[in-house]
């Protein structure tokens, strides 16, 4: 079984910074993409960041020049730098992986979410 476990969230205020952390673990062969996905109350889940193994990085629109991500491959760990908070950012952040586990199985994994809340 892979599981992936986010850390870092918590209520900061507008302007504010954060950074999310995502460990893999588990019966892991591989992993190929992995990323961050955000859901807030009343809307649907949506793609933050993104990041292939071989570097290629997609942001959502909204917070491109705000967010960085990143990945420590060796680790199986993904990070997300969120700067410049806004109240628009509030949600349930959520770390995704595809890969492979050590039966050759395909997967698409979920963390379990952390909570982001910007406010004053």
């Known amino acids: 079984q892979v599981r992936l476990v986010e850390s870092g969230g918590g209520l900061v205020q507008p302007g504010g910074s954060l950074r999310l952390t995502c460990v893999a673990s588990?019966?892991?062969?591989?992993?190929?993409?992995m990323g961050w996905y955000r859901q807030a109350p009343g809307k649907e889940r949506e793609l933050v960041a993104g990041?292939?193994?071989?570097?290629?990085?997609k942001y959502a629109d909204s917070v491109k020049g705000r967010f960085t991500i990143s990945r420590d491959m060796p680790h199986n760990t993904v990070y997300l730098q969120m700067n410049s908070l806004n109240p628009e950012d509030t949600a349930v952040y959520y770390c995704?992986?595809?890969?492979?586990?050590?039966?050759?199985?395909?997967?698409?994994?979920w963390g379990q979410g952390t909570q982001v809340t910007v406010s004053s």
């Open positions: 588990g019966n892991i062969l591989r992993l190929f993409a």
């Open positions: 990041m292939s193994n071989g570097g290629d990085i």
């Open positions: 995704n992986a595809d890969g492979f586990n050590t039966d050759y199985q395909p997967g698409n994994y």
